[in-house]
């Protein structure tokens, strides 16, 4: 591949970094002339992104010197709070910012931590996401991360010890997408994956999008499917019958040898296991029941019910196949509104390219080769059912034997570290949900405010806080929090229920925000510590690369403006002030990877500066020789992942088509809530299998909710901060698909409303104003809404207002019982004002 | 007499009371160590950190780099090895 053409610019100095506009990191090159920053490109030499840049890297500059960045640390003299009230902030000097700070939180440490509330949205400094637990809180209150990975991180990590999961760009010659901007508007290293998916496109690879939107990745796909939002897994599961029950085309192989597929399943949906515990598969040479491992793999049955001592038993394939019996395509398309023949072509296609039984050669290895592969994100699975949309999907790329294979489906982890490998039971790769920290064991009343303890497969669900903080006697919580911590993230915008979420910050007595800007939750702020952007501060970056592996670091381009510090710095002198520096650097100690090497630990009693600490971190990983120095000379030590690291890199050990532990947990957890637990608490999405259960967005559609609305970005926006950069608004306000809740252009002209007339879209949680934009790349039932009109408090932009979270609820009901995983989608009323 | 480079970090430092320190011992096992290792309260680090013969699951200790799993405690230690020892922090929360 090429990498894209660069500036032939030379007025000043090109000095390596990454960028920061997104959560990703993409390697960057800033030209710095006489302390100026002037422009910024991608970094030519960095594999990651080739040195492609998307528009949100380009305008980065529009970060640093934006005129509304806070410069110095202020306090507000008005005590009154809410929307619209001037908070009457003084500029303050950080000594008295910082002791502020640390005597109102070091109140409530001594009273009880867990009255701190926590939100922290930082994604790539995830090792500053531990201060709370040091701090004494295990609060999360925020949507950040669950809303679109709440159920898809648990299940990549269950299946195979990945993060985040992606097709391969190099071999694919059928991509299947689903709800996700992956290759062409965003997700994953969306710089570098646009280039990969180019070539891909060049090379012959056909794309087919399901999307209830004519997105950018929709619109430039081969074909656009559009349906309905929340049902793309009934649309998967009619392919799935297909491919099991009428073509009768499926990779038998890869699911006997490399899957638990053939492990004999009871009738109360446990293994059947021999006397030592061993999960048992069916001996077709004896015609018997046999431990896994005395069995040799040519020799177990894939399909099949048997009985045995007076029971029937099926192996985990045929209790699949059993379930995609009723899930014709005639009944999925009833569902999703796709039509059945459509679903059937797609499904052949699919198993077609295939080629099932394929094999390439790479580095001198043959591994299986599979070039045809569904990828997902949040559009697809970030319901109230996510569990069974995230296992739909994997299980639909294992039927064609592609999951980590040349073309297929590839696993992507978390960082440098690779994929969570180690062997669990039954010959099978340990499931590894939870990888940004250990499952609290279940505790009730919970401590936590989201009630992390209750979900131990599941994700940090932030959005149950709008429950358990108004009604905590339901829930048993035995404290109040009284305090808040923001820290980059924006609750009022980014959690359902936004008057709930203002409800909860009125109560709070003290709240601190770091930060670069005002926004709808720091202005609620007490004090802000105002921080430094991308382009002044450090760290070494490595998040979901789907390409790559290593680091790439950020260092400052120029001096900090004003009177702004590093997020790390504001941090540590929080904990020391407050008397539990020893904690945060043994934190950082443990998270930081200095257990490994422990020369570099830090000393519990000494304050080490940001450059220190990522010196280490740096040494720890690539040795004396490359510490921080180094890579701010060089910029980064990235290259491509070698086919070992990225194919099969658990070996012999099988990946779960049948999810055993999911039901095993589910009972545990179900025998802990009887005997301590709050009455009534939905289990009922621990299955091991998935299947059609309608969400409670679908059960809403019956009670005259008959639209259905869904929020989105493209490329030029990301959460909602980006909003505020002219340079970025000044390009999509030109874009109609941000001018307004999008509407179909016959069901428009069938409602007699126009482009520009007011409507109002009411849901069950509540209701959003905005302007009417009539388009025809939209689902005729569904309204979207671009989050580039969702903010309601920015200073100067002209479309604002049409917040689309306060169509959500942030309850149980919509909410998968078992990853805690929110739903995104809204039913709603519709009607011109 | 051979040594072992001891680092305890959170809970287990506060129980030992330092955060560094070399260590003599005999040729022996992580569990000799751990009840070599007297706690502030007057107790060995032992009696805190295993249950039943098995590290409790709420702490981790890690020899050259590598976290040993409940069951190893009768690892040999023969001299020179670095030896950390922590809490598992459970709300290290994230999204």
Redesign the interface.
């Given at each position: 591949m090429n990498p894209a053409t660069q500036s032939a610019t030379n007025h000043g100095q090109w000095i390596l970094s990454t960028c920061g506009m997104c959560l990703h990191g993409c390697g960057i090159r800033v030209l710095v002339n006489d302390g100026v920053a002037l422009k910024i490109e991608g970094d030519p030499t960095n594999p990651d992104n080739l040195g492609k840049l998307c528009p949100k890297g380009n305008a980065g500059l529009g970060r640093l010197y934006d005129p509304n960045r806070i410069l110095k640390p202020m306090k507000r003299t008005n005590p009154e709070k809410g929307p619209g009230v001037d908070p009457g902030w003084v500029e303050i000097e950080w000594e008295e910012a910082f002791e502020i700070t640390a005597r109102e939180l070091g109140k409530i440490r001594a009273e009880d931590p867990r009255k701190l509330l926590c939100a922290i949205g930082d994604f790539q400094r995830i090792l500053l996401w531990g201060w709370p637990a040091v701090f004494g809180s295990p609060n999360f209150f925020t949507s950040l991360g669950n809303y679109c990975g709440g159920s898809y991180h648990p299940v990549n990590g269950s299946v195979d010890g990945s993060f985040a999961a992606i097709n391969d760009y190099d071999y694919c010659n059928y991509w299947i997408q689903i709800g996700s901007g992956d290759g062409f508007s965003s997700h994953l290293h969306v710089a570098g994956s646009t280039k990969r998916m180019a070539d891909a496109r060049m090379r012959g690879m056909k794309v087919v999008a399901l999307d209830p939107r004519c997105s950018v990745a929709a619109a430039k796909a081969d074909e656009w499917i559009p349906t309905l939002p929340g049902t793309d897994r009934a649309f998967v599961l009619g392919m799935a019958h297909v491919l099991v029950h009428e073509l009768k085309r499926f990779d038998r192989e890869f699911l006997r040898d490399r899957t638990n597929a053939p492990y004999l399943v009871k009738e109360d949906g446990y293994h059947l296991r021999d006397a030592d515990g061993k999960a048992q598969v069916w001996d077709l040479r004896a015609n018997v029941p046999a431990a896994w491992d005395a069995v040799p793999a040519e020799a177990m049955a894939l399909e099949g019910s048997f009985g045995v001592n007076g029971t029937r038993v099926r192996t985990g394939f045929q209790v699949w196949k059993d379930i995609l019996v009723d899930h014709t395509p005639e009944r999925m398309a009833e569902i999703t509104t796709v039509p059945a023949a459509t679903i059937r072509r797609i499904a052949r296609e699919f198993v077609e390219a295939a080629q099932i039984g394929a094999t390439i050669e790479l580095n001198g290895k043959t591994y299986p080769y599979r070039p045809a592969a569904l990828n997902y994100y949040r559009g697809s699975q970030s319901h109230g059912n996510g569990l069974f949309d995230n296992l739909t999907y994997k299980l639909f790329n294992m039927l064609v034997g592609n999951l980590d294979i040349p073309g297929g489906h590839l696993g992507v982890p978390l960082d440098h570290r690779g994929f969570f490998i180690s062997p669990g039971e039954d010959g099978m790769l340990k499931p590894e949900p939870h990888q940004l920290h250990p499952a609290p064991p279940f505790k009730y009343p919970a401590d936590s405010t989201h009630l992390m303890e209750w979900f131990p497969i599941g994700f940090d669900a932030g959005q149950l806080n709008t429950e358990t903080l108004l009604e905590p006697e339901r829930f048993g919580l035995n404290y109040t929090p009284e305090a808040m911590l923001l820290y980059h993230s924006n609750p009022l915008w980014n959690l359902p229920e936004t008057d709930k979420v203002e409800e909860i910050m009125r109560r709070m007595k003290f709240v601190v925000a770091i930060d670069i800007h005002l926004t709808e939750s720091t202005q609620w702020a007490d004090v802000f510590l105002p921080a430094s952007t991308f382009l002044e501060s450090t760290l070494l970056n490595c998040l979901e690369p789907p390409a790559v592996t290593g680091h790439a670091v950020r260092q400052p381009v120029v001096a900090p403006l004003g009177d702004t510090k590093d997020a790390y710095d504001i941090l540590t002198e929080l904990a020391e002030r407050m008397g539990f520096l020893d904690d945060w650097n043994d934190l950082l100690n443990m998270v930081s990877g200095f257990i490994a090497k422990p020369q570099y630990l830090l000393d519990p009693g000494r304050r080490y500066s940001v450059d220190e600490y990522w010196d280490r971190v740096a040494k720890t990983i690539y040795g004396e020789e490359r510490g921080l120095e180094w890579f701010k000379q060089h910029g980064h030590a990235v290259r491509y992942r070698t086919p070992e690291e990225a194919y099969m890199p658990y070996g012999n050990l099988r990946i779960p088509f049948y999810f055993e532990f999911i039901l095993r947990t589910g009972a545990e957890l179900r025998e802990k809530m009887n005997q301590a637990g709050p009455v009534g608490w939905p289990l009922d999405n621990y299955r091991p299998l998935p299947f059609w259960k309608n969400s409670q967005v679908i059960e809403d559609g019956k009670r005259g909710y008959d639209f259905y609305a869904i929020s989105f970005k493209e490329v030029l926006h990301t959460f909602a901060d980006t909003v505020v950069m002219p340079w970025l608004t000044e390009v999509s306000e030109k874009d109609p698909i941000h001018q307004g809740i999008l509407i179909n252009r016959a069901t428009a002209a069938r409602l007699g409303i126009r482009t520009g007339q007011r409507i109002r879209l009411t849901s069950p949680g509540g209701s959003i104003e905005g302007d009417a934009q009539v388009v025809e790349g939209i689902h005729p039932q569904v309204l979207g809404v671009s989050n580039a009109i969702s903010r309601e408090f920015v200073p100067g932009i002209k479309k604002k207002g049409s917040h689309f979270n306060r169509l959500l609820t942030g309850s149980m009901k919509y909410t998968d019982s078992a990853t805690g995983g929110l739903e995104s989608t809204a039913r709603v009323r519709l009607e011109a004002i | 007499m051979p040594t072992v480079?001891i680092?305890a970090?959170?809970a287990t430092?506060k129980l030992l009371g330092f955060?560094?320190r070399t260590v003599e011992m005999e040729k022996g096992t992580v569990a000799d160590l751990l009840r070599a290792m007297p706690t502030v309260e007057g107790n060995n680090l032992y009696a805190h950190l295993v249950c039943e013969g098995k590290l409790r699951g709420d702490y981790a200790i890690?020899v050259d780099?590598l976290s040993l799993r409940a069951d190893q405690l009768e690892r040999p230690l023969s001299g020179g090895e670095?030896v950390?020892m922590?809490a598992?922090?459970?709300?290290?929360?994230?999204?």
């Open positions: - | 480079e680092a970090l959170g430092r955060s560094r890690v780099g670095q950390v922590m598992i922090l459970r709300h290290l929360h994230g999204g």
